[in-house]
């Protein structure tokens, strides 16, 4: 089973700032991995798919890279909307797996 | 337009069996490489997924969850029903269904059970 570790668990930042999330894999996973955002009471959303690709209506400022186990999703500044949790998912090997999330908070 | 929606019990009680069911519009699932998964998320905590099935009818399930979970899809009625059998209190939790094209595109709302006595 491929686990997915994230990093901060909780990141305090303000509007206009830069955000950097980090998601490392126990294996190399290509580049078989997304990036959900979610809010609280509401489910999950996809923004970047395949490490890099963002997903259908997903603004620029969210972009991602990384390949083999390690991932980063980038905000390049922060909206007052984007303060929520963050979870990436591999797609590589069975079982799908998700990491267990970073909350980026308002500093 | 792409929409899914989870329906069963809100609350059940240990040792019972849950069934809860996945109502979807937008797509087929005949088609062989589109599937529909479950994923559940106890209160304050992470995703962790549970299953899924393919328009081919092939089906995954969670390793550790594998002995108490079934998948299951009537295409017909465009529905995927998800079972899971000797409920705990751990397991309650939102569960949502949700559209893998090749990532969980799409989501359900999500339907809260809780697991008590």
């Known amino acids: 089973e491929i686990v997915l570790t994230q990093s901060p668990a909780t990141l305090s930042l303000s509007p206009g700032e830069r955000a950097t999330l980090s998601c490392r894999a126990s294996?190399?996973?290509?580049?078989?991995l997304a990036w959900y955002q979610q809010k609280p009471g509401q489910a999950p959303r996809l923004l970047i798919y395949d490490a890099s690709n963002r997903a259908t209506g997903i603004p620029a400022r969210f972009s991602g890279s990384g390949s083999g186990t390690d991932f980063t999703l980038t905000i390049s500044s922060l909206e007052p909307e984007d303060f929520a949790v963050y979870y990436c998912q591999q797609r590589s090997n069975w079982p799908l797996s998700f990491g267990q999330g970073t909350k980026l908070e308002i500093k | 337009q792409i929409t899914l929606k989870e329906s069963g019990p809100t609350l059940v009680k240990p040792t019972e069996t849950l069934t809860l069911t996945c109502t979807f519009s937008g797509f087929s699932l005949s088609t062989s490489r589109l599937g529909v998964g479950w994923i559940r998320q106890p209160p304050g905590k992470a995703l962790e997924w549970l299953a899924l099935i393919y328009g081919d009818d092939d089906r995954r399930l969670s390793p550790t969850l594998k002995n108490s979970l079934a998948i299951t899809k009537d295409t017909s009625k465009n529905q995927v029903v998800l079972t899971m059998t000797n409920m705990d209190s751990v397991d309650t939790g939102t569960y949502y269904c949700a559209y893998l094209g090749r990532y969980f595109d799409y989501w359900g709302q999500g339907t809260l059970v809780s697991v008590s006595s």
């Open positions: 294996q190399t996973i290509s580049r078989f």
